[in-house]
């Protein structure tokens, strides 16, 4: 076989953000720009020589052409062995999980995660280290300083390989295995769930779920887990087929987007027990009978309750929730008697304290939640995990959420986003709130009184490594927050993020509508960073 050295050009526009570099579909294909990335990746993670690949995506518009490219790509740089999912599909938990389980050097994931598809939209890549989680900021660092110094890659003149057929075929040296997407993630979800006890809960004839693939990577999953292995019925799987462009929809599993699911689950037939996920399977939603889990609530559900599911009846070592997610999970650790880690935004900050057995559950606000089973957030693991309760409490979402909240006290919470705007305003916000932090404990703002304020700093116990400036935290006496910060992955101006959370401990008041509860905290909110004369927005964008 002929590899070739093809000569080429840096790229200035190539730094990974937290999920791997994210472009317009165009951009990746303009000629050498993603074999740039790709030898990038092989000229420092020098491991792959000799070793392991796991290569795979989420099936978006570019995805098989991709892997085409980066598996000859693999063959001329020495790589022993590539292992592609059948389809060229892998959804982000499973390469993790096949990462881990046959010990491999890595693995590149194609994806733009919950970002639309298609000619004109947004593709991905992203490389996962050997413990199967996100390459941390040296490695990503290493790889974009290469892709500015690089002027030639290697590849092999080879015609395309059948990405569909299962088995394993030789591409020049290279040794490439077309492995099931699912059997692997299949096998960890039945170690870890009580699979007799969801069977008979579809059994029973009693229970209707209804899952949204989206058109995105979990179709598959769904459809072998869901319905052949547990017996779900055939229509519970809605969209379940991925597609390169998902549809034309935005696979993101939230109130918006994924909003027939939430007709599902909405008005007198809705169904017991509805779900989401996103492009590429780690973001989870969660709906009951006309109810919504909020992804703070759903953490600390999952905490509360892990000893009723096989795979965490030993307890928990600790668990962690990024600095914006609610505080629901802390009332939980505090009554286990266990730690509970407030890392930055970013499931990167999970990974050392996963890996150091510190804890076993963590999550986030954005529709993230995830254990030490993988190193990435799993979506649906979690889906799996509330089945597992489900069928074992015999309770409906709604009673499970709500003898919760009468036990630990209600954190009410809300997200508002102000996208697209002016990146110099939204930074002079930014600074002003934290020039006003030491005035700020003891000031009394509407009805609540200031404990606490300051700009969010990091420590990871395990490394020693210190992250600064994470975003501003006004903690109340009440146990109440509110916390802003710029978003780390938006593409245009600046988002600005605002948290806002408040505690009730009193059951007469969980049944309040969240707005109703949120008014006074968002004006406060509003007022404090004198939103609207700094950014010129009344309103946000968008509220979650
Ligand atoms: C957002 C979420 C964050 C998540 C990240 C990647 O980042 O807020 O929790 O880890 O996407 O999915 P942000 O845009 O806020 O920086
Ligand atoms: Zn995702």
């Excluded at 792959?48 to 790509?73: C, K, W």
């Excluded at 696979?251 to 987007?257: A, E, G, K, V």
């Excluded at 509407?446 to 300051?454: I, N, R, S, T």
């Excluded at 969980?510 to 905290?521: D, G, I, K, S, Y």
Aim: charged fraction near 25%; glycine fraction near 10%; hydrophobic fraction near 35%.
């Amino acid at each position: 076989m002929n590899i070739q050295h093809r000569s080429t050009r840096p790229f200035s526009d190539q730094r990974p953000g937290t999920s791997g570099l994210r472009k317009k579909v165009k951009v990746f294909q303009q000629p050498h720009y993603l074999e740039n990335f790709v030898q990038s990746i092989f000229d420092t993670q020098t491991d792959l020589r000799g070793g392991t690949l796991v290569v795979g995506g989420d099936g978006r518009f570019y995805n098989r052409e991709a892997i085409q490219v980066i598996l000859r790509m693999a063959a001329a740089n020495g790589v022993a062995k590539v292992m592609v999912g059948q389809g060229g599909l892998l959804s982000t938990p499973a390469t993790s999980c096949v990462i881990r389980k046959y010990h491999t050097q890595g693995g590149i994931i194609l994806s733009a995660s919950h970002n639309p598809g298609g000619p004109d939209e947004d593709f991905g890549i992203k490389f996962n280290v050997p413990n199967g989680g996100p390459a941390p900021e040296n490695v990503t660092e290493a790889i974009y300083r290469r892709t500015r110094e690089i002027d030639s890659y290697k590849t092999l003149e080879a015609d395309d390989i059948d990405l569909d057929t299962l088995g394993s075929v030789a591409l020049g040296e290279l040794q490439v295995d077309i492995i099931d997407p699912v059997d692997d993630y299949a096998s960890l979800m039945q170690a870890l769930f009580d699979f007799d006890a969801i069977h008979q809960l579809f059994n029973s004839g009693l229970f209707q779920m209804k899952f949204d693939a989206m058109h995105a990577i979990t179709g598959p999953y769904a459809k072998r887990i869901l319905i052949k292995m547990l017996g779900a019925e055939p229509e519970t799987v809605i969209n379940g087929t991925p597609l390169p462009d998902f549809g034309g929809g935005h696979p993101d599993p939230n109130l918006t987007h994924a909003h027939q699911l939430v007709e599902l689950a909405s008005g007198p037939d809705a169904v017991d027990f509805a779900a989401a996920s996103d492009g590429d399977g780690d973001r989870n939603m969660i709906l009951g009978k006309n109810f919504f889990v909020t992804p703070s609530d759903s953490l600390a559900v999952l905490a509360a309750n892990a000893h009723l599911v096989p795979g965490y009846r030993r307890g928990l070592a600790g668990v962690a929730r990024s600095m914006p997610t609610s505080q629901a999970v802390d009332r939980v650790a505090d009554a286990l008697g266990i730690e509970c880690y407030e890392t930055p935004t970013g499931w990167k900050f999970f990974g050392n304290l996963l890996d150091a057995g510190r804890i076993t559950l963590c999550g986030e606000e954005s529709f993230g939640t995830g254990s030490n089973h993988v190193r990435e957030k799993d979506g649906l693991w979690a889906v799996l995990f509330w089945l597992n309760l489900l069928a074992v409490r015999h309770q409906s979402v709604a009673t499970i959420v709500r003898e919760h909240w009468k036990r630990y006290g209600r954190n009410f919470y809300t997200r508002y986003d102000y996208e697209a705007v002016d990146k110099d305003a939204a930074e002079g916000l930014m600074d002003h709130l934290r020039s006003r932090l030491g005035d700020l404990p003891g000031a009394a703002l509407g009805h609540y009184k200031v404990e606490y304020a300051d700009d969010f700093a990091y420590t990871d116990p395990v490394d020693g490594s210190r992250s600064e400036r994470q975003g501003i935290r006004i903690g109340f006496e009440d146990g109440s927050r509110i916390v802003y910060r710029l978003s780390g992955t938006g593409t245009e101006g600046a988002t600005l993020r605002v948290y806002l959370e408040a505690y009730a401990p009193d059951p007469a008041k969980h049944n309040l509508e969240t707005a109703e509860v949120m008014q006074p905290l968002v004006l406060i909110a509003q007022e404090l960073a004198e939103i609207e004369q700094r950014t010129g927005r009344k309103e946000p964008t968008v509220i979650t």
